[in-house]
């Protein structure tokens, strides 16, 4: 398909550049694929839509300040951006760095009195550095770091982002993504507690957000779009809440698109979803065939991406730019910090 077919016309000032105060004052649109209704709501709302039985899908993984500001010996800054650890050793991992075409393998990136090595070049930005020990690690990423805000947001980091560049369920034993999953951003416990006395089953799995997630497609053919790796886990008790759910009627909705691509990437075997680890690199577009997800909660995404992509093979690609229309209309707010979207 030309990627032509996945692009919109946003007016910039619908690009969200902080948070709504309160996580839950969020809009919500809702769209019914089998009536094609379409329906404005607050967020708090979204517990109508949840009955007994259901099962609701959010990603636990959390955010950490990935985006290292350092320098060279020659006192250049240089930017390393950290996109997961390698399978090699502890402390090395695979980071972006820039601008790449002046610093060469072996050279040091210094952070005050601690530094960093670049030991490979991967080609395109990409390089497997180096710490030289965790404690090391932990004090460049703490002392240096910044929150890696997608490139949008056009406003240096804020106290603020610490705390809501974060979903709720980011577990401290969960840390390794460089992009939140938003869809997340607007629960608050208090909606949370609410859809529990519903008799709804929250369960989380784990996927690892890569910087990969503002990849626009470049290809003139979606086709030919190569979606980034990232690390998921879905565990056994996990698996087994959703298998019980499912057999007794229970629909699945799933909290953004992290949470879709980790729970169709698991192996279905008599029907019944298999618990797993390890790398996803799922590229959903139209004709896939859902195997799990029956309902979705997302953000509004960007035009010509594999995210917007993947709503379109969950929704039907006309259907939903006619809903991103009606939200453009209705002045919704766009992308990371903006409004939500739920598909019946």
Do not use: C
């Not at 259901?54 to 959390?62: F, G, I, M, P, Q």
């Not at 930005?125 to 404690?135: D, H, L, P, Q, Y």
């Amino acid at each position: 398909m030309d990627v032509a077919l996945f692009d919109y016309h946003l007016p910039q000032e619908l690009i969200a550049q902080f948070p709504v105060r309160n996580r839950d004052r969020s809009r919500l649109l809702v769209f019914d694929r089998k009536t094609d209704v379409i329906e404005h709501a607050g967020f708090r709302d979204i517990t109508a839509y949840l009955k007994k039985g259901d099962v609701l899908v959010v990603n636990n993984t959390r955010v950490f300040k990935a985006r290292l500001w350092g320098k060279r010996a020659t006192g250049a800054r240089v930017e390393v951006f950290l996109v997961r650890k390698s399978d090699k050793s502890p402390e090395t991992w695979q980071a972006l760095v820039s601008p790449s075409k002046r610093v060469k393998e072996g050279e040091e990136i210094y952070f005050d009195k601690y530094r960093l090595s670049l030991d490979k070049y991967n080609g395109q930005g990409s390089w497997e550095i180096r710490f030289s020990s965790k404690s090391v690690r932990e004090r460049i990423i703490a002392g240096f770091g910044r929150v890696p805000l997608p490139h949008y947001i056009r406003r240096d980091n804020q106290p603020l982002d610490i705390r809501r560049y974060q979903t709720l369920f980011a577990a401290k034993d969960k840390i390794g993504a460089v992009a939140a999953p938003t869809a997340g951003f607007h629960f608050t416990r208090s909606i949370m507690a609410e859809i529990q006395k519903r008799g709804v089953q929250i369960v989380q799995l784990t996927l690892h957000v890569g910087p990969g997630t503002f990849k626009p497609i470049k290809t003139d053919n979606i086709d030919e779009h190569i979606v980034d790796p990232e690390y998921a886990e879905l565990s056994s008790n996990t698996a087994v809440k959703i298998n019980k759910a499912l057999k007794a009627g229970g629909r699945i909705f799933a909290v953004g698109t992290t949470s879709v691509r980790t729970l169709e990437s698991a192996e279905m075997v008599d029907g019944h979803i298999r618990p797993f680890s390890g790398m996803v690199d799922l590229y959903i577009k139209p004709g896939y065939k859902f195997k799990i997800v029956e309902h979705l909660i997302t953000n509004f995404h960007l035009p010509k991406s594999s995210l917007l992509v993947l709503v379109s093979a969950f929704a039907d690609r006309e259907k939903i730019l006619a809903a991103y229309r009606e939200a453009i209309k209705y002045k919704y707010r766009f992308y990371s910090y903006g409004d939500a979207m739920l598909i019946l």
